[in-house]
């Protein structure tokens, strides 16, 4: 049974730092990976997909990685600002297209 | 491109009413799922409609909870006899196979 963890649960950083929000997944079979961006009361809007095939995804500030040997997908995002405040969901997409969501980590950028 | 829309976006209902949330995909995707959210939580997998067939179904689908996508457009989750449970945000995303997937706003349901 697949079960996605991500570390920290919460992260408060100064505005301007680097980071790296953490998702690990036990069964390795996954046939995709995404991260998503949820403002509270909001829906989930995407951020970067990873095809199984595939070993990273960049787009603007942000790259993701992937590393099904391992278990583990990273979240860095460059430069970080007040307006990246948010709580940052991985999901891993099994077979049978079920998809399985971490708890997600709560970001907060102080300006 | 509208992206994904549901309706309502809030819902609040007596405990044992029935309630119909639905969902409007993107046009041109095939693929749309539903899911259920609590404070806190990452989203819950409910169920996956391929065009019209429902291929997964989650064991959280109890027999109160029917999910249908006619003719592959639009879909309704219909939750029966509503418990104070039931309470939560409810996901829908769409996606063209097996691409990203698109979430809407999601629908707030409280039961009291």
């Known amino acids: 049974k697949q079960e996605v963890t991500q570390i920290p649960a919460a992260l408060s950083v100064p505005e301007g730092e680097n980071l790296v929000l953490n998702c690990s997944f036990t069964d390795s079979a996954i046939y995709n990976l995404q991260w998503f961006r949820q403002d509270p009361g909001k829906g989930l809007t995407s951020l970067l997909l990873?095809?199984?095939?595939?070993r990273e995804q960049t787009s603007g500030r942000l790259n993701a990685s992937l590393d099904k040997s391992s278990g583990r997908s990273t979240l860095y995002i460059a430069a970080s600002q007040p307006g990246d405040s948010a709580t940052y969901l991985c999901?891993?997409?099994?077979?049978?297209?079920?998809?399985?969501f971490g708890a997600g980590t709560r970001l907060f950028v102080k300006a | 491109d509208t992206g994904v829309s549901q309706d309502p976006r809030h819902k609040i209902t007596k405990r044992g009413q029935n309630v119909t949330f639905r969902c409007d995909p993107i046009?041109?995707?095939?693929?749309l799922y539903w899911y259920r959210q609590t404070l806190g939580q990452g989203p819950e997998f409910l169920t996956y409609?391929?065009?019209?067939?429902?291929?997964?179904k989650s064991r959280l689908l109890s027999d109160r909870f029917s999910a249908e996508r006619p003719k592959g457009s639009f879909s309704t989750l219909e939750i029966q006899r509503t418990e104070q449970g039931d309470s939560a945000m409810y996901l829908c995303a769409s996606s063209l196979e097996g691409d990203e997937q698109y979430f809407g706003p999601g629908t707030r349901l409280t039961v009291t």
């Open positions: 409609f391929q065009n019209e067939a429902q291929l997964e």
């Open positions: 999901a891993a997409n099994t077979g049978g297209f079920k998809t399985i």
């Open positions: 990873i095809q199984s095939s595939q």
């Open positions: 046009s041109e995707h095939n693929r």
